[in-house]
Structure formats: structure tokens, C-alpha cells
């Protein structure tokens, strides 16, 4: 499995779907440190604010915005430090509740 002529696929987000539904696992990403090698091409995370963990790549980002439904600072936070914000919010109403 490749692109044509083994060229980088340029309409490619590097969001890795295609790859985690191949069921021969002959589509191959590599995420290392702060980037995603996928198709011939390198993608830059967008990265937590708080935390520092990988979100999505950027290319990734875009397209998702284009296509509206998040807010452009949804993607600011991590899933994990989201819910962590989520629970000290909800710890401050139960005590304003007491």
C-alpha cells in the first residue's frame, strides 16, 4: 500500500485514520517526539498548553476548522487537562452549594 509513484500525499491531514482502519497494517505512521511521519510527509502537533501532550497535528486542526463545529481554542487543551478543569469546576459548585 502507497501513494502513486511513492510520492507524498498532499491532500493528506495526518490525522492517521486511514492507517488505524487498514486491516492489513500495511499503513505505517511513526509519531516521535513533537511530529507524525505519515504518507511521505511531516506533521507538527498542536500541543496542550498545560500539560504539553500531543493533540492532533496542525494540518489536522485546519481541516477541522474549515469545516466549523470547535471553537478555535478547543483544540488548546488536551482531553485529559479538559477533564481536570471540568472536576475543579465542579469541585468549586458543590462547595458553593454547602
Excluded: H
Excluded at 502507497?2 to 487498514?22: H, K, L, Q, R, V
Excluded at 516521535?32 to 500531543?54: A, D, H, P
Excluded at 496542525?58 to 487543551?77: A, P, R, S, T
Aim: hydrophobic share 30%; aromatic share 12%; charged share 35%.
Amino acid at each position: 500500500v502507497g501513494t502513486p509513484y511513492d510520492e507524498p500525499n498532499e491532500e493528506c491531514i495526518g490525522c492517521a485514520s486511514c492507517a488505524n482502519i487498514c486491516p492489513t497494517g500495511n499503513i505505517i505512521y511513526k509519531d516521535e517526539e513533537y511530529k507524525r511521519f505519515i504518507w511521505g510527509r511531516e506533521f507538527k502537533f498542536l500541543r496542550c498548553e498545560e500539560c504539553g501532550e500531543n493533540i492532533i497535528p496542525k494540518e489536522q486542526f485546519l481541516f477541522i476548522k474549515n469545516k466549523g463545529g470547535f471553537d478555535d481554542d478547543y483544540f488548546l487543551k488536551c482531553d485529559k487537562c479538559k477533564r481536570i478543569e471540568s472536576v475543579k469546576i465542579m469541585a468549586r459548585v458543590v462547595e458553593m452549594g454547602k
